[in-house]
Every structure is written in structure tokens, then in C-alpha cells.
């Protein structure tokens, strides 16, 4: 047996309804790694069977509809409610579970916190295998972490109007980093003062130490429009950016650095 | 140098798919080759060999955050992927890591219409090949993707060049 190399390992699997990749990089035994993804997915397989509105039977649909109550749910779901009352008061009320969906039907959805949530609990399986650094992946929301002095995972920040196009590029070594916005599903973030669609901004992307809070802050920043970004700035420890309409970008101050140290040659 | 050439060729490889969708109502296609060439690594000069196998076994992860690493020159053939208009499989050749060339090797040819396709196509993956390449990339965050945006994602590509 001769001294581990350094290996790089993907996974991608259907679940929530978006592509979840996990992303496995160091010296680790590739037995030890095929479990802790395998109890990744697992995981999420279970948090989607208790938090799917479009299941009819589960359990936040039968609680949507009066059919159970938190008291006899799992776990989880006080968890979870607990936390969306939390982003709500830290948000100002822009990231609210109980605004009306597409249809104008106000409803209880925690969507939105919920893959942030479970991708970033989840990852903790992955944190197991010391040798390693991992990332998750959850549908462009993802949660990450590098051993100590281990080089730092790049990621790109897709452009919402060019598919395969870079805004720019961030080296992180943990947290998380999350993007909400219009592209791709079209808009779906309602403003909560007008009950419209926000449509101000084309997309915000927050990095911060949890995917959790990346993910509701991306979503508020998108709720709140152009005065957005600045309420971003003034939140500890979490940098981001906004893709404009026009296709501008603005930055917080910090972002702007962390997008500077690695601009792509010839840009 | 070698996990980007396999992140650019998933990358080509998807666009070329891409392109191919659009042709879709021509006729029943044939492949312009019968045979497609084995994938993998098919020269290498001037940068240390490692093991071959593509997108098979764990890729190895030389120095980390070396870009532009290696001065030698590398072709290599991606797998051949069946689509409803045929196989399809490419080729990148990189210099001191840059990709300098794609080459389709096997495309669905249906007549004028595919030629023509895929003539305007090819400068087009190779100016997109390219740019992936400049950004050097592990991972992709965005708004939350379908599953059919996923397949030609660049995130996509970056499983797929690391997945089994």
C-alpha cells in the first residue's frame, strides 16, 4: 500500500426536486466516503418525505391543511418553523413561509429554508471524513468546508441571463454560498409590501458561515429589490452581490475583493 | 491540467448535445463514424503521465490551484455519448493548459441541415470550452436549477467530470 493520493469524487442525485452534487476531495477511502454520502442522500430522501408540498401526504401538507398538528409531527418540523419565524424577524418580514405562492394562495410553504437547512445539516456526515474537504451542492445553494490549511473550493457565480456564464469567481474554505433570483424558474420571490413578484433585481448571491442564512438572506435581498444589497452589507460576517436588470453588478465592499482575487485571465 | 481537460470535454460534450437537439426534425440519422475511438488520454508529451481511465476511478487531483499547469501538449477523446440523433463523442488537445482545438469525432449526420448546424456549432463550443476553462471552477452556485437545466449546466459538467 502506498502513500493515499489526493482523489477527487462527484456525486449527483435527484431529490427535492433539484440536482443535489456532492463534491469530495483528499485522501479518504472511497468505502468511507460511498457511506457518508450515502447517509447524505438518506437524509435528504427523509427531510423531503416530511417537508414536500408536493406530496400530498406529507407532513407540512397535512399540517398546511389542518390534517396534524406540530405537537404530532417529526421533530424536525418545530425545527424548522422555529427557524422561519427567526428569518422572518431577521429579515424584517421579507422572507416570510406564509406569503401567497404563484396562484395568489397564501399557504404554509417552507421551501425556501428548507434546502438551505437540510443541505448544510446533512454536509455534517461529510465533515466526518477528516481527510477530505466536501462541498453539497443543492440546486446552485451550497454548503462547503477545506481542512486546515487546505486550498480553498472556487466557485463561479453563474450569470442568471447566460447559462454556462460566469459573473465571477469566489474561493471559499467554508459556509456557505447561495443565489436567488428570477433566472430559471421565473420570478417567484414575492415582495411582501406590494404581494407582487419581486422583479427589481435579476439575482443576489450571498456568501456567508452558514448555507442556512445565505439562503434566506439571498431571498430577502431579491424581496426588498434595489435596497437590498445595502441591507445585505450591514449583516455581520455575510458579503454579496446583485445582477441588475441591465446585467450590471453591484457588490458589498467585501465581495468586491473576494471577486478581484480571482478574476478569470483575459476579463 | 488533467481535471480541467475532463471538465471542458463534459462541457463540449454537452454543448454539442445541445446543438444536436436542435436538429431534431430531420430524418433517422447515421453516424458519420461506425466505430467511436476508445475515451481517454491519447498523447501526452512534456507533463508527467498519470494513470488513464476516464471518469471512472477518482480522477487525481495534482497541486491544487496550479492554473495553467504543465507546458506539454494533451489530446484526449471524450466518451461517446448516444443521443436520440446519434452517437456523438469529441476530442480537445491542450498546450501548456490551454485548450487549443475540438474536434467532433463522431456526430449524427442527417444530411445538409446537421453539416450546416454543426459547422456554425463548432467555433461556438470551442469559444465556450475556452471560457470554462479561463475560470477554473469546482463547483457553480445560481438560482435554483430544473433538471433540464442542469444537463447543460456548467455544474453539470463539473459532476460529470468527477462522477463515476
Redesign the interface.
Known amino acids: 500500500m502506498t502513500a493515499a493520493?489526493?482523489?477527487?469524487?462527484?456525486?449527483?442525485e435527484?431529490i427535492m426536486?433539484?440536482?443535489i452534487?456532492i463534491?469530495l476531495?483528499g485522501t479518504a477511502p472511497?468505502r468511507r466516503r460511498v457511506v457518508a454520502v450515502e447517509a447524505v442522500y438518506a437524509e435528504l430522501r427523509d427531510v423531503d418525505r416530511i417537508f414536500s408540498t408536493y406530496r400530498l401526504d406529507s407532513e407540512i401538507s397535512r399540517l398546511s391543511s389542518g390534517l396534524t398538528t406540530v405537537e404530532r409531527c417529526d421533530p424536525a418540523v418545530r425545527t424548522v418553523l422555529d427557524l422561519c419565524e427567526q428569518a422572518r424577524v431577521r429579515t424584517d418580514g421579507y422572507f416570510d413561509v406564509h406569503l401567497p405562492g404563484p396562484d395568489g394562495v397564501a399557504r404554509l410553504d417552507p421551501s425556501g429554508l428548507v434546502k438551505g437547512w437540510a443541505a448544510e445539516r446533512a454536509a455534517r456526515h461529510l465533515a466526518a471524513l477528516r481527510d477530505d474537504d466536501h462541498?453539497v451542492?443543492a440546486?446552485?445553494?451550497?454548503a462547503?468546508r477545506c481542512g486546515e490549511g487546505?486550498?480553498p473550493?472556487?466557485?463561479?457565480?453563474?450569470h442568471?441571463d447566460r447559462?454556462?456564464?460566469?459573473v465571477g469567481?469566489v474561493a471559499l474554505t467554508g459556509g456557505g454560498?447561495?443565489?436567488?433570483?428570477?433566472?430559471?424558474?421565473g420570478a417567484h420571490i414575492v415582495d411582501p409590501t406590494t404581494g407582487h413578484p419581486a422583479t427589481a433585481v435579476r439575482?443576489v448571491?450571498v456568501v456567508g458561515p452558514s448555507l442556512l442564512w445565505a439562503d434566506v438572506y439571498a431571498t430577502a435581498a431579491v424581496a426588498r429589490g434595489l435596497a437590498g444589497l445595502d441591507w445585505l452589507a450591514a449583516q455581520d460576517g455575510f458579503e454579496a452581490l446583485t445582477v441588475l436588470p441591465d446585467g450590471r453588478v453591484a457588490a458589498t465592499t467585501g465581495m468586491t475583493t473576494m471577486l478581484q482575487r480571482h478574476r478569470?485571465?483575459?476579463? | 491540467m488533467r481535471r480541467i481537460a475532463l471538465a471542458i470535454l463534459s462541457t463540449v460534450a454537452a454543448l454539442v448535445l445541445l446543438f444536436t437537439y436542435r436538429t431534431s426534425r430531420g430524418p433517422a440519422t447515421r453516424s458519420t463514424t461506425a466505430t467511436a475511438a476508445p475515451p481517454g488520454v491519447v498523447s501526452q508529451h512534456g507533463v508527467t503521465p498519470s494513470a488513464t481511465g476516464l471518469a471512472g476511478t477518482g480522477v487525481p487531483d495534482g497541486s491544487p490551484a496550479a492554473p495553467g499547469a504543465g507546458h506539454g501538449t494533451m489530446t484526449v477523446n471524450g466518451t461517446r455519448v448516444d443521443t436520440v440523433q446519434g452517437p456523438v463523442q469529441v476530442q480537445i488537445k491542450i498546450t501548456a493548459g490551454r485548450i487549443v482545438d475540438v474536434v467532433v469525432l463522431v456526430r449524427p449526420a442527417g444530411g445538409p441541415h446537421h453539416d450546416e448546424v454543426n459547422n456554425y456549432a463548432l467555433p461556438l463550443l470551442k469559444e465556450q470550452a475556452l471560457r470554462s476553462q479561463s475560470a477554473e471552477i469546482d463547483g457553480v452556485s445560481g438560482a435554483t436549477a430544473t433538471s433540464g437545466g442542469y444537463r447543460s449546466s456548467l455544474q453539470a459538467a463539473l459532476d460529470a467530470a468527477s462522477g463515476r
Open positions: 493520493t489526493a482523489t477527487r469524487r462527484a456525486w449527483v435527484q426536486g433539484t440536482p452534487s463534491h476531495r472511497m462541498y451542492n440546486g446552485g445553494d451550497i462547503l487546505r486550498p473550493w472556487r466557485i463561479g457565480v453563474e442568471p447559462p454556462g456564464g460566469l469567481v454560498i447561495a443565489t436567488s433570483g428570477t433566472a430559471h424558474r439575482a448571491t478569470p485571465p483575459g476579463s
